[in-house]
Protein backbone atom coordinates (compact mmCIF):
# COMPACT_ATOMS: atom_id res chain seq x y z
CA UNK A 1 0.00 0.00 0.00
CA UNK A 2 1.38 3.32 -1.01
CA UNK A 3 1.44 6.43 1.34
CA UNK A 4 -1.57 7.68 0.14
CA UNK A 5 -3.60 4.75 -0.53
CA UNK A 6 -5.79 4.35 2.63
CA UNK A 7 -8.78 5.91 2.09
CA UNK A 8 -9.07 4.54 -1.69
CA UNK A 9 -10.84 1.08 -0.82
CA UNK A 10 -14.24 0.42 -1.87
CA UNK A 11 -15.33 -0.56 1.74
CA UNK A 12 -17.39 2.23 2.59
CA UNK A 13 -16.57 1.29 6.38
CA UNK A 14 -12.64 1.48 5.39
CA UNK A 15 -11.33 4.73 6.71
CA UNK A 16 -13.50 8.19 7.42
CA UNK A 17 -15.65 9.54 5.15
CA UNK A 18 -13.04 12.49 4.38
CA UNK A 19 -10.47 10.27 3.72
CA UNK A 20 -12.34 8.06 1.39
CA UNK A 21 -13.89 11.14 -0.87
CA UNK A 22 -10.54 12.42 -1.30
CA UNK A 23 -9.69 13.57 -4.93
CA UNK A 24 -7.63 11.47 -6.92
CA UNK A 25 -7.76 13.73 -9.88
CA UNK A 26 -7.28 17.27 -10.16
CA UNK A 27 -10.90 17.14 -12.34
CA UNK A 28 -12.12 15.76 -8.84
CA UNK A 29 -10.75 18.56 -7.04
CA UNK A 30 -12.71 21.43 -5.47
CA UNK A 31 -11.35 25.08 -5.24
CA UNK A 32 -8.66 26.68 -5.93
CA UNK A 33 -9.37 27.41 -9.72
CA UNK A 34 -6.60 30.52 -9.39
CA UNK A 35 -3.84 27.88 -9.05
CA UNK A 36 -5.02 24.62 -10.52
CA UNK A 37 -7.75 25.98 -12.93
CA UNK A 38 -7.42 25.43 -16.43
CA UNK A 39 -4.41 26.38 -17.97
CA UNK A 40 -2.87 27.43 -14.59
CA UNK A 41 0.96 27.07 -13.95
CA UNK A 42 0.75 24.16 -11.09
CA UNK A 43 -1.90 22.37 -13.33
CA UNK A 44 0.03 22.17 -15.70
CA UNK A 45 3.14 20.70 -13.77
CA UNK A 46 1.29 18.05 -12.58
CA UNK A 47 -0.16 16.69 -15.29
CA UNK A 48 3.25 17.09 -16.92
CA UNK A 49 5.24 15.09 -14.00
CA UNK A 50 6.87 18.39 -13.65
CA UNK A 51 6.48 20.13 -10.55
CA UNK A 52 9.64 21.54 -8.96
CA UNK A 53 9.93 22.37 -5.11
CA UNK A 54 6.71 24.12 -3.71
CA UNK A 55 5.05 25.38 -0.86
CA UNK A 56 1.16 25.35 -0.36
CA UNK A 57 -0.21 27.68 2.29
CA UNK A 58 -3.69 28.13 3.53
CA UNK A 59 -6.05 27.40 6.00
CA UNK A 60 -6.99 23.98 7.45
CA UNK A 61 -9.46 21.80 4.84
CA UNK A 62 -8.48 23.65 2.28
CA UNK A 63 -7.24 21.07 -0.60
CA UNK A 64 -3.28 21.24 0.41
CA UNK A 65 -2.49 17.70 1.03
CA UNK A 66 -5.41 16.40 -1.27
CA UNK A 67 -3.06 18.51 -4.00
CA UNK A 68 -0.09 16.48 -2.35
CA UNK A 69 -1.79 13.43 -2.66
CA UNK A 70 -3.01 14.20 -6.74
CA UNK A 71 0.66 15.08 -7.18
CA UNK A 72 1.60 11.50 -5.81
CA UNK A 73 -0.84 9.45 -8.35
CA UNK A 74 0.71 11.55 -11.40
CA UNK A 75 4.20 11.41 -10.93
CA UNK A 76 6.70 8.58 -12.19
CA UNK A 77 8.89 9.46 -9.48
CA UNK A 78 9.12 8.44 -5.94
CA UNK A 79 7.23 10.28 -3.59
CA UNK A 80 7.57 10.34 0.08
CA UNK A 81 5.81 11.76 2.57
CA UNK A 82 6.55 12.95 6.30
CA UNK A 83 5.01 14.70 8.61
CA UNK A 84 7.09 17.73 10.29
CA UNK A 85 5.31 17.08 13.99
CA UNK A 86 7.70 13.95 14.40
CA UNK A 87 10.17 13.80 11.38
CA UNK A 88 13.70 14.18 12.68
CA UNK A 89 17.14 15.05 11.14
CA UNK A 90 18.13 11.33 10.58
CA UNK A 91 14.47 10.69 8.76
CA UNK A 92 15.39 13.43 6.39
CA UNK A 93 18.75 11.92 6.19
CA UNK A 94 17.67 8.98 5.13
CA UNK A 95 14.91 10.39 2.53
CA UNK A 96 17.80 12.09 1.19
CA UNK A 97 20.12 8.90 0.84
CA UNK A 98 17.49 6.97 -1.04
CA UNK A 99 16.89 9.94 -3.56
CA UNK A 100 20.53 10.23 -4.04
CA UNK A 101 20.58 6.38 -4.89
CA UNK A 102 17.44 6.32 -7.02
CA UNK A 103 18.52 9.09 -8.87
CA UNK A 104 22.22 7.62 -9.30
CA UNK A 105 21.17 3.94 -10.67
CA UNK A 106 17.24 4.44 -12.02
CA UNK A 107 17.21 7.89 -12.69
CA UNK A 108 14.29 8.07 -10.64
CA UNK A 109 13.27 11.64 -8.68
CA UNK A 110 11.80 11.48 -5.38
CA UNK A 111 9.77 14.14 -4.19
CA UNK A 112 9.23 15.27 -0.51
CA UNK A 113 5.94 16.02 0.68
CA UNK A 114 6.23 17.60 4.31
CA UNK A 115 3.18 18.12 5.95
CA UNK A 116 3.13 20.94 8.69
CA UNK A 117 6.42 22.05 7.66
CA UNK A 118 5.94 25.28 10.01
CA UNK A 119 6.90 22.39 12.68
CA UNK A 120 9.75 22.00 10.93
CA UNK A 121 12.57 23.60 13.01
CA UNK A 122 15.65 25.37 11.82
CA UNK A 123 17.92 23.17 11.98
CA UNK A 124 15.92 20.16 10.77
CA UNK A 125 15.54 22.58 7.54
CA UNK A 126 18.88 23.52 6.90
CA UNK A 127 19.85 19.10 6.69
CA UNK A 128 16.91 19.80 3.82
CA UNK A 129 18.33 22.94 2.29
CA UNK A 130 21.67 21.07 0.56
CA UNK A 131 19.68 18.54 -0.87
CA UNK A 132 16.95 20.61 -2.55
CA UNK A 133 19.58 22.81 -3.94
CA UNK A 134 21.29 20.33 -5.60
CA UNK A 135 18.27 18.73 -7.03
CA UNK A 136 18.00 15.44 -4.99
CA UNK A 137 14.71 16.06 -3.80
CA UNK A 138 11.72 17.91 -5.41
CA UNK A 139 10.44 19.31 -1.76
CA UNK A 140 6.37 20.01 -1.39
CA UNK A 141 5.70 21.82 2.14
CA UNK A 142 2.06 22.68 3.25
CA UNK A 143 1.66 24.63 6.10
CA UNK A 144 -1.35 26.86 8.05
CA UNK A 145 0.91 29.53 8.78
CA UNK A 146 2.29 32.02 7.56
CA UNK A 147 5.66 30.78 5.69
CA UNK A 148 7.48 33.82 5.99
CA UNK A 149 7.68 33.41 9.25
CA UNK A 150 8.29 29.62 9.67
CA UNK A 151 10.44 28.54 6.89
CA UNK A 152 13.65 29.30 6.12
CA UNK A 153 14.87 32.11 3.75
CA UNK A 154 17.06 29.86 1.75
CA UNK A 155 14.49 27.51 1.42
CA UNK A 156 11.38 29.82 0.90
CA UNK A 157 13.84 31.23 -2.05
CA UNK A 158 14.15 27.98 -3.53
CA UNK A 159 10.31 26.97 -3.76
CA UNK A 160 7.29 28.65 -5.25
CA UNK A 161 4.70 29.42 -2.93
CA UNK A 162 1.27 28.93 -3.87
CA UNK A 163 -1.42 30.25 -1.68
CA UNK A 164 -4.73 28.35 -1.62
CA UNK A 165 -7.94 30.43 -0.54
CA UNK A 166 -10.45 29.72 2.19
CA UNK A 167 -13.12 26.86 0.37
CA UNK A 168 -16.61 28.55 0.80
CA UNK A 169 -19.83 27.10 1.73
CA UNK A 170 -20.33 26.37 -1.75
CA UNK A 171 -17.49 24.09 -1.65
CA UNK A 172 -18.61 21.90 0.87
CA UNK A 173 -21.87 21.50 0.03
CA UNK A 174 -20.89 20.15 -3.64
CA UNK A 175 -18.34 17.74 -1.53
CA UNK A 176 -21.40 16.39 0.56
CA UNK A 177 -23.85 15.76 -2.32
CA UNK A 178 -20.86 14.05 -4.15
CA UNK A 179 -20.19 12.22 -0.83
CA UNK A 180 -24.28 11.62 -0.86
CA UNK A 181 -24.44 10.26 -4.53
CA UNK A 182 -21.03 8.11 -4.37
CA UNK A 183 -22.12 4.17 -3.53
CA UNK A 184 -18.53 3.37 -4.31
CA UNK A 185 -16.32 5.33 -1.53
CA UNK A 186 -19.20 7.67 0.15
CA UNK A 187 -22.46 6.92 1.52
CA UNK A 188 -24.67 6.12 -1.31
CA UNK A 189 -25.06 3.07 -0.18
CA UNK A 190 -27.04 4.03 2.48
CA UNK A 191 -30.96 4.82 2.14
CA UNK A 192 -30.45 8.21 3.34
CA UNK A 193 -32.86 11.19 3.21
CA UNK A 194 -30.62 14.06 4.12
CA UNK A 195 -32.85 17.69 4.48
CA UNK A 196 -31.81 20.95 2.57
CA UNK A 197 -30.94 22.98 5.28
CA UNK A 198 -29.24 20.44 7.35
CA UNK A 199 -26.52 20.13 4.48
CA UNK A 200 -26.58 24.01 4.86
CA UNK A 201 -26.38 24.03 8.31
CA UNK A 202 -23.06 21.69 8.18
CA UNK A 203 -21.73 23.23 5.11
CA UNK A 204 -22.08 27.10 7.19
CA UNK A 205 -20.67 26.15 10.45
CA UNK A 206 -17.98 24.02 8.09
CA UNK A 207 -16.56 27.22 7.45
CA UNK A 208 -15.02 26.05 4.41
CA UNK A 209 -13.25 22.88 5.82
CA UNK A 210 -13.98 20.20 3.41
CA UNK A 211 -12.64 17.53 6.20
CA UNK A 212 -15.07 18.74 8.77
CA UNK A 213 -18.05 19.11 6.69
CA UNK A 214 -17.77 15.26 5.67
CA UNK A 215 -16.91 13.87 9.19
CA UNK A 216 -19.92 15.68 10.07
CA UNK A 217 -21.87 14.73 7.62
CA UNK A 218 -20.51 10.65 8.56
CA UNK A 219 -21.86 11.69 12.06
CA UNK A 220 -25.13 12.16 11.59
CA UNK A 221 -25.87 9.37 8.56
CA UNK A 222 -23.93 6.30 11.27
CA UNK A 223 -25.70 7.69 14.45
CA UNK A 224 -29.23 8.05 13.37
CA UNK A 225 -31.50 5.68 13.90
CA UNK A 226 -33.23 4.43 10.43
CA UNK A 227 -36.66 4.61 10.48
CA UNK A 228 -38.90 1.37 9.86
CA UNK A 229 -38.88 1.88 6.16
CA UNK A 230 -34.67 1.51 6.63
CA UNK A 231 -34.29 5.19 5.63
CA UNK A 232 -32.04 7.39 8.08
CA UNK A 233 -33.11 10.75 8.10
CA UNK A 234 -30.79 13.57 8.68
CA UNK A 235 -32.29 16.82 9.93
CA UNK A 236 -31.54 20.05 11.08
CA UNK A 237 -31.50 19.29 14.19
CA UNK A 238 -29.45 15.85 13.86
CA UNK A 239 -26.91 17.98 11.93
CA UNK A 240 -26.03 20.79 14.83
CA UNK A 241 -25.49 18.21 17.37
CA UNK A 242 -23.26 16.20 14.12
CA UNK A 243 -21.39 19.91 14.33
CA UNK A 244 -20.76 22.57 16.35
CA UNK A 245 -18.82 25.64 16.38
CA UNK A 246 -15.73 25.46 15.92
CA UNK A 247 -12.98 26.54 18.32
CA UNK A 248 -11.45 29.65 17.11
CA UNK A 249 -7.63 29.34 16.09
CA UNK A 250 -5.32 31.94 17.52
CA UNK A 251 -1.83 30.55 16.04
CA UNK A 252 1.43 33.03 15.61
CA UNK A 253 0.22 34.28 12.29
CA UNK A 254 -3.38 34.75 13.49
CA UNK A 255 -2.61 37.08 16.54
CA UNK A 256 0.06 39.38 14.17
CA UNK A 257 -2.72 39.59 11.73
CA UNK A 258 -5.32 40.78 13.76
CA UNK A 259 -2.94 43.09 15.80
CA UNK A 260 -2.37 44.67 12.46
CA UNK A 261 -5.89 44.99 11.79
CA UNK A 262 -6.53 46.08 15.28
CA UNK A 263 -3.77 49.15 14.60
CA UNK A 264 -5.04 49.74 11.27
CA UNK A 265 -8.45 50.22 12.03
CA UNK A 266 -7.38 53.02 14.74
CA UNK A 267 -6.44 55.41 11.55
CA UNK A 268 -9.90 54.79 10.31
CA UNK A 269 -12.39 53.09 11.87
CA UNK A 270 -14.03 53.41 15.40
CA UNK A 271 -16.33 50.23 14.70
CA UNK A 272 -13.34 48.03 13.48
CA UNK A 273 -10.95 48.65 16.02
CA UNK A 274 -13.55 48.13 18.62
CA UNK A 275 -14.33 44.96 16.70
CA UNK A 276 -10.67 43.86 16.43
CA UNK A 277 -9.66 44.57 20.04
CA UNK A 278 -12.73 42.20 21.18
CA UNK A 279 -12.43 39.65 19.00
CA UNK A 280 -8.65 39.17 19.82
CA UNK A 281 -9.32 39.07 23.94
CA UNK A 282 -12.56 37.82 23.87
CA UNK A 283 -12.52 34.70 21.41
CA UNK A 284 -8.61 34.48 20.77
CA UNK A 285 -7.72 34.62 24.65
CA UNK A 286 -5.05 37.03 23.46
CA UNK A 287 -3.77 39.42 25.95
CA UNK A 288 -5.49 42.90 26.32
CA UNK A 289 -2.04 44.39 27.16
CA UNK A 290 -0.41 43.71 24.01
CA UNK A 291 -3.53 46.02 22.23
CA UNK A 292 -2.59 48.84 24.82
CA UNK A 293 0.32 48.78 24.53
CA UNK A 294 0.03 48.88 20.53
CA UNK A 295 -2.51 52.05 21.00
CA UNK A 296 -0.13 53.67 22.99
CA UNK A 297 2.37 53.53 20.01
CA UNK A 298 -0.30 54.67 17.68
CA UNK A 299 -0.98 57.63 20.13
CA UNK A 300 1.59 59.08 18.64
CA UNK A 301 2.52 57.15 15.51
CA UNK A 302 -0.95 58.08 13.83
CA UNK A 303 -2.40 61.13 16.48
CA UNK A 304 0.88 62.89 17.93
CA UNK A 305 0.05 66.39 18.85
CA UNK A 306 -2.52 66.66 16.41
CA UNK A 307 -4.35 65.03 19.55
CA UNK A 308 -1.91 64.81 23.12
CA UNK A 309 -4.60 63.51 24.80
CA UNK A 310 -5.11 60.83 22.79
CA UNK A 311 -1.64 59.52 25.09
CA UNK A 312 -2.71 59.93 28.23
CA UNK A 313 -6.09 58.18 27.26
CA UNK A 314 -4.09 55.17 26.38
CA UNK A 315 -1.32 54.87 29.41
CA UNK A 316 -4.82 55.94 31.55
CA UNK A 317 -6.50 52.80 29.97
CA UNK A 318 -3.49 50.45 30.70
CA UNK A 319 -3.05 51.69 34.28
CA UNK A 320 -6.86 50.96 34.71
CA UNK A 321 -6.27 47.72 32.59
CA UNK A 322 -3.34 46.94 35.50
CA UNK A 323 -5.41 48.01 38.82
CA UNK A 324 -8.69 46.89 38.15
CA UNK A 325 -7.85 43.74 35.62
CA UNK A 326 -10.06 42.24 32.79
CA UNK A 327 -13.36 42.31 32.27
CA UNK A 328 -13.58 45.20 34.62
CA UNK A 329 -11.29 47.68 32.85
CA UNK A 330 -12.63 47.02 29.00
CA UNK A 331 -14.88 50.00 29.67
CA UNK A 332 -11.31 51.97 30.06
CA UNK A 333 -9.91 50.06 27.11
CA UNK A 334 -12.90 50.55 24.67
CA UNK A 335 -13.01 54.46 25.79
CA UNK A 336 -9.26 54.79 24.93
CA UNK A 337 -9.72 53.45 21.60
CA UNK A 338 -13.07 55.39 20.42
CA UNK A 339 -10.97 58.41 21.40
CA UNK A 340 -7.62 57.19 19.63
CA UNK A 341 -9.90 56.47 16.16
CA UNK A 342 -11.98 59.70 16.67
CA UNK A 343 -9.16 62.11 17.28
CA UNK A 344 -7.81 64.34 14.15
CA UNK A 345 -4.39 62.20 12.76
CA UNK A 346 -0.93 63.61 12.10
CA UNK A 347 2.04 61.20 11.79
CA UNK A 348 4.70 64.57 11.98
CA UNK A 349 5.86 62.69 15.10
CA UNK A 350 7.16 59.88 12.70
CA UNK A 351 8.25 61.85 9.84
CA UNK A 352 10.46 64.00 12.46
CA UNK A 353 12.08 60.74 13.45
CA UNK A 354 12.44 59.35 10.02
CA UNK A 355 14.02 62.59 9.06
CA UNK A 356 16.15 63.27 12.06
CA UNK A 357 17.45 59.63 11.63
CA UNK A 358 18.11 60.00 7.76
CA UNK A 359 20.43 63.34 9.09
CA UNK A 360 22.20 61.48 11.67
CA UNK A 361 23.51 59.21 9.15
CA UNK A 362 24.45 61.93 6.74
CA UNK A 363 27.06 63.44 9.27
CA UNK A 364 30.05 61.28 10.75
CA UNK A 365 29.92 63.12 13.81
CA UNK A 366 28.10 65.77 15.07
CA UNK A 367 29.71 68.76 17.11
CA UNK A 368 27.67 70.38 19.54
CA UNK A 369 27.84 74.57 18.42
CA UNK A 370 30.08 76.21 21.88
CA UNK A 371 27.03 78.42 23.20
CA UNK A 372 24.75 75.17 23.89
CA UNK A 373 27.77 73.41 25.48
CA UNK A 374 27.67 72.94 29.54
CA UNK A 375 28.73 75.93 31.38
CA UNK A 376 28.47 75.14 34.93
CA UNK A 377 31.53 74.56 35.75
CA UNK A 378 34.49 76.82 36.22
CA UNK A 379 36.62 77.38 32.81
CA UNK A 380 33.78 77.26 30.88
CA UNK A 381 34.20 80.45 29.63
CA UNK A 382 37.70 80.07 28.90
CA UNK A 383 36.50 76.98 26.52
CA UNK A 384 34.49 79.51 24.61
CA UNK A 385 31.13 78.17 25.86
CA UNK A 386 29.61 81.59 25.93
CA UNK A 387 26.72 83.00 24.25
CA UNK A 388 23.23 81.16 25.11
CA UNK A 389 20.43 83.60 24.72
CA UNK A 390 17.64 82.63 27.50
CA UNK A 391 14.40 82.50 24.84
CA UNK A 392 12.21 83.50 28.25
CA UNK A 393 13.82 86.76 28.06
CA UNK A 394 12.71 87.86 25.13
CA UNK A 395 9.26 88.78 23.54
CA UNK A 396 7.58 85.49 22.78
CA UNK A 397 10.11 83.93 24.69
CA UNK A 398 11.53 83.08 21.71
CA UNK A 399 14.84 83.82 20.09
CA UNK A 400 16.86 83.39 16.89
CA UNK A 401 20.00 81.07 17.86
CA UNK A 402 21.64 78.13 16.34
CA UNK A 403 20.81 74.80 18.17
CA UNK A 404 21.51 72.41 15.26
CA UNK A 405 25.25 71.29 14.52
CA UNK A 406 26.67 73.39 11.79
CA UNK A 407 26.21 70.50 8.84
CA UNK A 408 22.68 70.55 9.92
CA UNK A 409 22.20 74.13 10.49
CA UNK A 410 18.46 74.85 8.95
CA UNK A 411 17.30 71.87 8.55
CA UNK A 412 13.47 70.93 9.15
CA UNK A 413 12.49 67.35 10.71
CA UNK A 414 9.35 68.22 12.82
CA UNK A 415 6.55 69.45 10.32
CA UNK A 416 3.21 70.25 11.56
CA UNK A 417 0.56 69.52 9.80
CA UNK A 418 -2.91 71.34 9.68
CA UNK A 419 -4.91 68.45 12.07
CA UNK A 420 -5.99 69.55 15.06
CA UNK A 421 -3.76 71.04 17.88
CA UNK A 422 -1.45 70.71 15.16
CA UNK A 423 -2.41 73.73 13.03
CA UNK A 424 -1.79 76.15 16.31
CA UNK A 425 1.80 74.47 16.30
CA UNK A 426 1.92 75.20 12.46
CA UNK A 427 0.90 78.62 13.23
CA UNK A 428 3.94 78.98 15.80
CA UNK A 429 6.05 77.59 13.51
CA UNK A 430 5.15 80.25 10.68
CA UNK A 431 5.50 83.23 13.12
CA UNK A 432 8.92 81.88 14.27
CA UNK A 433 10.20 80.86 10.82
CA UNK A 434 8.63 84.75 9.44
CA UNK A 435 10.97 86.32 12.84
CA UNK A 436 14.10 84.59 11.64
CA UNK A 437 14.11 85.98 8.19
CA UNK A 438 13.69 90.05 9.90
Known amino acids: MDLFSYGQQSDPGMGLLADRMRPT ?3 EYTGQEHIVGPGKLLRRAIE ?14 CGKTTLAHIISRHTQGEFVRLNAVDATVKDVREVIEKAQDAKALYGTKTILFLDEVHRFNSARQDALLPAVERGTIIFIGATTENPFHYVNGALMSRSTLFQLEPLTMEHSLVAMRRALADSEKGLGFMQLQVDDEALQHIASMANGDIRRALNALELAALTTPPQQDG ?4 TLEVAEESIRRPTVRADESTQYDVLSAFHKSIRGSSDAAVF ?3 YAVEKLGMDPGVFIRRLIAAASEDIGLANPQAMVQAVSALE ?3 SNG ?3 ARLNVVQAILFAVESPKSNAVVMAISRAMEAMDEVKSAEVPLHLRDAHYKGAVKLGHTGYQYPHNFPGHYVKQQYLPDQLEGRIFYRATEQGNESKIKHNQELRRR ?3 Q
Open 25 to 27: SLD
Open 435 to 437: QDR
Open 276 to 278: WFL
Open 326 to 328: WPE
Open 320 to 322: AYR
Open 231 to 234: TVHV
Open 48 to 61: ADQVSSILLYGPPG
